[in-house]
């Protein structure tokens, strides 16, 4: 039975993957800085839980130790999302961030899986392959790309393994109410007859977040491919198509006041995620 420690268990997408990896029958100990909101998830009883506060590191400690001596890891967290322009990510995660995974190979953990973001892609536009080099434009991505080649460094000298898993666009339950499918869920609920929204003409590369925790978990518990890997459907939408899709399957009606809101000017307007090297692990279990 592998034992995995995941952090940022209690985020949007932690929950999902704690389950999936109860789900194959691994021995789990998650960590938040949220204890409250980790007592109130089902699957609390089934693991080790194990609050900590990254901004709180301690360097004379044993992480390793501290943890339990996971066999992998499956690093989630990170602070302050979304607010991906601020300057924050880079004077205070990143250098968090290295420390952490630092201590974690110092003292024998080297089987290291970390989320990533395809705003490390930068402006390029159309399918975003892992071979493309890394252009990232905003102060988020910028400090996940740096703490990539950290880690690769890591596991370098420590003879270890690195999965850096990619992620594109997610939506489910217990996602952020400022995302796109959550605020027309609250204009459906207040029985609002229009909703506002940008064009709708950007395309991007959507996955349920199920999938998406599936996937990490599936990519984290293999070790024939590795480096960085999309995390993502493969099939360009648009969000308009999105929406509508949306609408439909849920069989509810609004009006959509597109153009209402401007595109976002830190990503470009058509990208989506070629996942060859992920179908080849899905290929090989």
Known sequence: MKHVLVTGATGFIGNYVVEALLAQGCRVTATSANA???????????????????????????YVEFFG??????????????????????TDNLPRHQAFLHNLAVNGLTDITVTGTCFEYGMQEGVLKETLPSLPDNPYAKAKDELRKYAEGLVREYAGSLKWVRLFYMYGKGQSPNS???????????GDTVFNMSGGEQTRDYLPVTQVAAYIVRIALQQKVTGIINCASGVPITVKQLVEHYLNNTNRQITLN???????????MHFWGDVQKLKSILDNE
């Open 36 to 62: 409250g909101k980790a007592a109130a998830f089902p699957w609390f009883s089934a693991v080790q839980y194990i609050p900590f506060q990254l901004d709180q590191f301690d360097a004379a400690v044993n």
């Open 69 to 90: 001596r996971p066999d992998t890891i499956i690093h989630l967290a990170w602070e302050g999302l979304p607010n991906y322009r601020s300057a924050f990510h880079l």
């Open 180 to 190: 796109l499918l959550s605020q027309l869920e609250k204009a459906l609920a207040n």
């Open 258 to 268: 597109l153009g209402y809101y401007p595109y976002p000017d830190y990503e470009p």
